[in-house]
């Protein structure tokens, strides 16, 4: 009989034991080798002040190999703090990189502790940024010098703070740990059933993976196939990163976007990528991100057409028939935002609901529903949805590599245990095979033909020498059907029965044709219809061999109630879509030789983006057909690409495939740097036919994909890593590339490879920059001989084969680009401004006139000696004739001596009749008697871009050409070349002793420069003291710091007329000690005001702000109101606080962006800070509309108003607040929240909501309801809308 007596009381000494276990192991320290006696001496120190066991240090009794990385991994998820032991080594171990990963995924704790000899922030030894360095760009480290350094003292203090936090923590530090927050027992039941089942139905979809179709007897589970195959990431439009590993598409650095695509060809392994990813989340995999998400959802798109909802989705494929989650929980369980929850939309491509419009997958991609679910969908490249943006993440796969290859092989042949000596030779026969041709090597880019291949390449010779995709599909469909026959050795009957079903199959053809080409592609049929359409013993022939493949879901009639029974269904797919595609070839190449072809198009339907292989297989299948689909294909958008695809499935030697390869090569024929490796492997092989074939080839353009030449002409090797030989019916070769740099060995290959071409007569070098001349003698005999045009049209030159030198060869390319103006550039290349400087000496000879000449922050100085100017480079600028104009670009205040170099060069360029700086500063004026006299006489006009100053050489001064305004303004906006013609009309005028009325700075000071007396402009220019302004306006966004304010009165001292200066859109300190502020601003009366309406003023006396109206008693700040009206009321604030008069009320309407990272300002939209004001009585605070308010955000106003001294009053308005915690306490200030969406309004008692007017407590249920009510009350405000 059970006792319900209470248990006994502990013991102390019970009690102590207890707390020495909880306290056990909670510290995890993480160090390298090198550091192992620090780390020792720190854990000791660490247990002498918080007890013994309570640090995890893998020195003791972790043994080696995977057993050490598994008690690692538990021993992080276990500590509450992890500390780093920092030495010189620290961020270059591959080990330590991945515990502070490690502890960063589990949310830990983390305390960086530096060795002596280390500098903060971390880099890698060899000086680049490490990704520790962001990971810990936050935290606060601490020092450790030796045992008895005092800052153990400041570790440990910090190190008992975060246990006891911990400890009185509920939640899990772990987020793929952390207890799910539901609304009750009840629902935490119902969360934990449907993981279970979710988790069982997607062990059965990873562990039954076909690598082959007639793979039926045995299971292979996803890790025993899955290879990792190459991905990239795209970072920017038409920019792509390369990523290691799977892991990376949720990167811990950066901040992975909600919705990624996963795109790849057919046959690239997204769906088995797509399961691995499901496997790590089964399996709770340490290392895999992908373990984290509480609940992951996988649908086969292609299963779900008809499905209306994800709810039904869910329940009808992935939850059992006598499932207790119901549709309604599982919708209540989605739209907890609570939970971290990652659906995998597998396969868009073949969703038949694609084209419906406001489908619930749409919905979900244009975040209209379910905005807290991550999403991660997979398709073919040339199916993206519509749906997706500039903001959705997108991941290419690109194939298998070599080391790739290998890998699956191994598996293939070893599986997971070690590779037998038999089994090694078997492997590396399967690899010479498949690098033997190179046709195969890159078909089994695609895994899933290297799967296919290395499954069944030991059994049939045939496949060794495949020449096409379409042979490739022949002999692996023969290979399926042969493997049947064999299993019914000696029933010769039953032989023959399956041997005509090989061999007819036309209404599977119709069937898979009509699916793939119908308004929706439908590619899921009922098992009994598929037998009523194609016969049982067909049908039976098909699935026993793997072509068409059955699953069994559940299913409700359609508008069946939720609590009708559900029903048993079993459907049929193929095996794989591209197969679906090998059998709709067959119907495609029917309707094409059929004789009713002639009146309508048979290809229409068929879109050669997404069904590139039913063209080629039907090209393939039949060369009668493929002549006129060839014909047909060549007639859409880059028909000419498909068109190489198709011809190239034939067989080489019939006359058709002859026709065909002569109408494409009798055109230029383009390999771009964006064809795929199989499209450029298949033009070459198209190329080298033609050659063999002595087809004649009119023109080959390498748009892009050139990369190099080997040393003995033999081979143009492709970005894609594909091989050009040398064509002899090749006429033209056009090399295109972009901005590169060919150097003379380069490009003395490049001709080598030319003249291997027997008959090519025209080279044509593009895009690039190649060296002013090479060595004559390098020059291959056949080039020459054969008199071959090599041209460079960038510059209309064409090569002097006898001195290896350029000559003109256009003459209008030439007078073109000198039309247009040269430039010679800082940041040019020596290369680039050798191309110039022989254009500027081919100009000269020709004599064709320069328009213009810009030097472009690329002068040094001039040389006298030779009367040429030194460019930066080093290279040498002669005196040329031809130029009419000269524009010199520097940045900054030139010197009289730097104008003068530029003015005598001028001298030595007869035609040069005008001379222009732009972006800079002129001296005012410069001594006549240093001017070149012959300057004066050409009449050289010398201007400042924009044409508003001359320089007068006759005068040696500056000039303005235009009257400047009252009111001048510099804006930070305005291109450096306005500034600087700004700058040099208030010189003019301040030497001509023009007064102006007003000088406004906006947003534009950097610095005042003490050793010159100017203020230094964002630009990089200097403002001199201008002694004609009378009034001086600073107009800067955000709070001005006392050494701002003291800088700006420092350049208005040098400007000795000025007798006021006004600050706008800023806000002012509210008190500059005295002792610091010029004597002279005094003694020259200088008024200090802030705009709008000089309500606040700064007294230089008192050195305090001081404000010249009465602030109203209900102050506020709309979003809406001016800047300066904003800065005007927060410094009206400030005087008040300072003063130590009341402040009623201060309301923030739409204004408040954030609390500052110190928490001592709430921070404005507007860039301006509202600090923290010690009178304050009342602060309201109304966010934009639908606001969620963070945990962050949130605490930062509490400690803004806890430093408040007089509040008594906060409320937040029109805003979700978080679940508040016991430390949200303000002691006797009352928080008053209203969400306006409704609901209650509620005070914050205790660390808990409770309603003002009823007092009753707001429950964890009862804000859940809340937040979901909050959400669709505001679903279309911007807030909501940007979430």
């Known amino acids: 009989m059970a006792s319900n007596a209470m248990p006994p009381p502990e013991t102390p000494k019970q009690r102590e034991e207890s707390v020495r276990s909880e306290m056990k192991n909670q510290i995890f320290i993480s160090f390298t080798f090198e550091a192992r006696d620090k780390a020792e001496c720190l854990k000791k120190k660490i247990e002498e002040s918080l007890g013994p066991g309570t640090c ?123 207890p799910l927050k539901t609304k009750s027992d009840s629902e935490k039941e119902k969360m934990v059933t449907f993981i279970r089942e979710l988790k069982k139905t997607c062990r059965n979809l990873y562990h039954k993976i076909r690598p082959i179709p007639y793979i039926q007897d045995d299971d292979y589970s996803v890790e025993n196939v899955f290879t990792g195959v190459g991905m990239e990431k795209r970072v920017s439009r038409g920019s792509w990163k ?30 088995t990528l797509a399961l691995q990813l499901v496997y790590d989340w089964c399996k709770e995999e340490s290392d895999s991100p992908f373990r984290e998400p509480n609940i992951l959802i996988f649908l086969n798109l292609r299963q779900l057409g008809g499905i209306t909802s994800i709810e039904d989705a869910i329940e009808q494929f992935l939850l059992p028939r006598d499932s207790s989650v119901k549709r309604l929980d599982v919708k209540q369980l989605l739209n907890n935002s609570d939970i971290r929850i990652l659906v995998i939309f597998d396969a868009y491509d073949e969703y038949p609901d694609q084209h419906i419009k406001d489908n619930f997958v749409t919905q979900i991609l244009e975040e209209r529903m379910l905005c807290h679910v991550y999403v991660l969908l997979t398709t073919r490249s040339s199916c993206i949805p519509p749906a997706c943006n500039a903001g959705t993440g997108r991941i290419r796969l690109t194939g298998f590599d070599e080391g790739a290859r290998e890998q699956y092989v191994r598996k293939a042949v070893a599986g997971d245990s070690a590779v037998a000596e038999d089994d090694e030779k078997e492997v590396q026969r399967i690899l010479k095979q498949i690098n033997a041709n190179p046709i195969l090597r890159d078909i089994c880019q695609a895994p899933l033909f290297s799967a296919m291949y290395a499954h069944v390449a030991h059994k049939d010779e045939k496949f060794h020498n495949v020449r096409s995709v379409t042979e490739f599909f022949i002999h692996m469909i023969d290979c399926l059907h042969s493997h049947a026959q064999n299993k019914v050795f000696g029933d010769n009957k039953l032989r023959e029965q399956l041997k005509m079903f090989a061999d007819n199959h036309s209404e599977l053809d119709k069937l898979a044709f009509d699916s793939l080409t119908g308004a929706n592609q439908q590619l899921l049929w009922d098992r009994e219809d598929l037998i009523r359409k194609c016969g049982a013993e067909f049908y039976g022939l098909y699935t026993d ?153 009119e023109c080959l353009d390498l748009d892009h994909s050139f990369e190099t030449v080997d040393e003995k002409f033999t081979r143009i090797a492709l970005k894609s890593g594909v091989d050009l030989r040398p064509l002899q019916s090749l006429q033209s070769l056009i090399v295109q590339m972009k901005a590169t740099e060919v150097t003379e060995q380069e490009l003395i290959n490049i001709l080598g490879f030319a003249g291997q071409c027997g008959k090519l007569m025209k080279l044509r070098l593009d895009g690039c920059i190649l060296p002013v001349a090479i060595n004559a003698e ?51 290349s020596v290369l680039l401004q050798q191309s110039t400087l022989l254009l500027l000496k081919k100009s000269t000879q020709l004599n064709i006139p320069v328009t213009c000449l810009t030097l472009d922050q ?146 534009c000071i950097d610095k005042f420069d003490v050793t010159t007396s100017s203020m230094v402009l964002t630009s990089g220019l200097s403002l001199p003291g201008v002694s004609s302004v009378m009034k001086l306006k600073v107009i800067e966004s955000g709070n001005m710091s006392e050494d701002q304010c003291l800088q700006v009165l420092a350049f208005v001292k040098e400007c000795r007329d000025m007798n006021e200066v006004s ?62 009206e904003q800065a005007s009321t927060i410094m009206q604030l400030m005087v008040a606080s300072a003063d130590k008069n009341p402040i009623t009320i201060m309301r923030l309407y739409g204004s408040f962006s954030s609390v500052d990272s110190d928490g001592l300002s709430l921070v404005l939209y ?73 609901a209650s309004v509620y005070i914050l008692q205790s660390g808990r909501w409770q309603g003002l007017h009823d007092s009753r407590v707001l429950t964890r249920e009862a804000y859940t309801s809340l937040v979901t009510t909050f959400r669709e009350w505001y679903r279309v405000s911007d807030w909501q809308k940007q979430r």
């Not at 059929?594 to 009146?599: E, G, I, K, V």
Request: charged letters at 25%; glycine letters at 4%.
């Open 242 to 271: 390369t990523l290691s590993s799977y892991h990376d598409i949720f990167s811990v650095v950066e901040d992975p976007p909600r919705i990624q695509v996963i795109e790849g060809d057919p046959g690239y392994g997204k769906s």
């Open 56 to 178: 995890w240090i893998c020195t003791e009794g972790v043994g080696p190999g995977q057993g050490m990385r598994d008690e690692i991994a538990e021993a992080m998820d276990h500590a509450k703090v992890v500390i780093c032991v920092i030495s010189k080594e620290y961020t270059d171990s591959l080990e330590c990189q991945q515990e502070v990963k490690l502890a960063f995924e589990m949310k830990k704790t983390l305390i960086p502790v530096l060795l002596d000899d280390v500098q903060w922030p971390l880099r890698k030894s060899y000086g680049g940024a490490s990704g520790m360095t962001y990971i810990f760009a936050d935290k606060l480290y601490q020092k450790f010098c030796s045992e008895n350094s005092a800052d153990l003292d400041g570790l440990i203090k910090t190190l008992q703070e975060k246990l006891d936090r911990a400890a009185t923590d509920p939640v899990d530090a772990n987020p793929a740990a952390q």
């Open 1166 to 1238: 507007s860039g301006l800070c509202l600090p923290r004001l010690s009178s304050l009585q009342k602060l309201w605070i109304q966010t934009e509309d639908g606001r969620e308010v963070t945990v962050d955000e949130w605490t930062g106003i509490l400690n803004f108003a806890k430093h408040s001294q007089l509040l008594k009053e906060l409320e937040m308005a029109w805003c979700l607040l978080p679940w508040p915690d016991s430390n949200m306490n303000l002691g006797n200030t009352k928080v008053v929240w209203n969400p306006e969406c409704h």
């Open 778 to 828: 390098s020059i291959p005999d056949q080039v020459i001989s054969r008199k071959m045009k090599v041209s460079y049209p960038r510059y209309g030159y064409k090569m002097k084969l006898g001195v290896g030198q350029w000559e003109v060869d256009d003459v209008a390319i030439v007078r073109k680009l000198c039309s247009d103006g040269l430039t010679l550039r800082r940041d040019d």
């Open 545 to 697: 061999i793997g072509i068409l493949v059955e699953e069994m879901v559940n299913n409700r009639s359609h508008g069946a109630k939720p609590t009708q029974a559900i029903q048993n269904q079993t459907n049929v797919h193929f095996y794989h879509k591209l197969i679906c595609e090998w059998f709709a070839a067959g119907h495609l190449v029917e309707k094409v030789n059929s004789p009713w072809s002639m009146l309508y198009n048979p290809c229409e339907n068929v879109n050669p983006y997404d069904l590139q292989f039913v063209y080629r297989f039907a090209c393939g299948l039949d060369p009668a057909a493929a002549k006129k689909i060839i014909k047909l294909v060549q007639k859409k958008p880059d028909g000419d690409k498909f068109a190489v695809l198709c011809a190239l499935e034939q067989e080489e030697n019939t006359e058709d495939v002859l026709s065909t390869v002569r109408d494409l090569v009798s055109r230029d024929v383009h390999i771009c740097e964006n064809d795929t490796r199989l499209l450029q492997r298949t033009t070459v092989q198209l190329l080298e036919l033609a050659s063999q074939k002595e087809v004649r080839i």
């Open 1063 to 1124: 600050f706008d859109s800023c806000v002012l300190p509210v008190s500059i000690p005295t002792k610091r502020i010029d004597h002279s601003l005094i003694t020259r009366n200088i008024k200090v005001s802030c705009c709008p309406d000089n309500k606040v003023e700064f007294n230089l006396r008192s050195g305090k702000l001081e404000s010249k109206t009465k602030l109203p008693a209900n102050a506020r700040i709309r979003s809406r109101y001016p800047v300066a």
């Open 858 to 1003: 690329s002068i040094d100085k001039f040389d006298v000696t030779t009367s040429n100017m030194i460019l930066t480079s080093g290279l040498s600028l002669p005196g040329v004739s031809s130029v009419m104009k000269l524009k010199v670009t520097e940045s900054g205040n030139m010197s009289e001596d730097q104008c003068l170099q530029v003015l005598a060069f001028v001298k030595e360029c007869r035609d040069m009749n005008e001379v222009s700086f732009d972006s800079c500063v002129l001296p005012v004026s410069i001594p006549t008697e240093r001017i070149e006299p012959s300057l004066i006489t050409r009449n050289v006009k010398v201007s400042c871009c924009p044409d508003k100053v001359l320089f007068n050489p006759q005068s040696g001064k500056l000039e303005s050409k235009t009257k400047l305004p009252d009111d001048v303004r510099i804006r930070s906006s305005d291109t450096v070349a306005e500034q600087a013609s700004t700058i040099m009309q208030l010189m003019v005028a301040s030497a001509d002793k023009i007064p102006v009325t007003c000088l406004m700075l906006d947003q």
